[in-house]
């Protein structure tokens, strides 16, 4: 088995690829497209390309490593941490934004429970060693902020929630 790089493109491809692949199961309601990166330009239909024919509801995801840090783990390996921010554009074109601020909660409910299920990412090759769990001396595993639903203003017939998910991934790799 290949050992992890210790990358930050390794670490973003195989969080990106997690999240693929719930969507494609179906796992994460009314997630329509999870991007590493935001496209110069996004196009409003990829909100809803893997969601339910019928549905109004959509969101993007976007995964940023704001930081990483190395340290020792034990004689011959290094752990590095990296703290990710995941970005939710959730866009809803419900009647009610009480009824969109719901449907974003449940989203995001879907997304924590897929992290809590699967501690490697999805990875059976030690890519990622462990993530939503912090990390030495961290109290704080996943932190999930969201934003009041707001009314666009190019559009009064849709409502738009932005909300952030943090978390740290560990990767373990030989020193």
Request: glycine fraction near 6%; charged fraction near 20%.
């Amino acid at each position: 088995m290949p050992q992890p790089k210790g990358t930050r493109a390794e670490v973003r491809t195989a969080v990106e690829a997690f999240f693929a692949n719930q969507i494609a199961l179906g796992n994460i309601p009314t997630l329509g497209t999870v991007y590493g990166y935001p496209e110069k330009i996004m196009d409003e239909a990829e909100m809803y390309a893997n969601v339910q024919p019928g549905t109004s509801d959509g969101a993007f995801l976007f995964l940023h490593l704001m930081h990483s840090r190395d340290d020792l783990a034990a004689f011959q390996e290094k752990r590095i941490v990296y703290e990710l921010t995941m970005t939710f554009v959730f866009r809803s074109t419900k009647d009610s934004a009480v009824d969109a601020g719901i449907d974003n909660e449940t989203m995001l409910d879907a997304v924590v429970k897929t992290i809590r299920a699967n501690r490697t990412c999805g990875t059976t090759d030690g890519t990622i060693f462990q993530w939503g769990l912090g990390s030495k001396g961290s109290t704080t595993d996943i932190e999930v902020e969201s934003f009041y639903p707001q009314s666009l203003h190019a559009s009064q017939a849709a409502t738009q929630i932005q909300s952030i998910i943090k978390l740290q991934v560990v990767q373990i790799i030989q020193a």
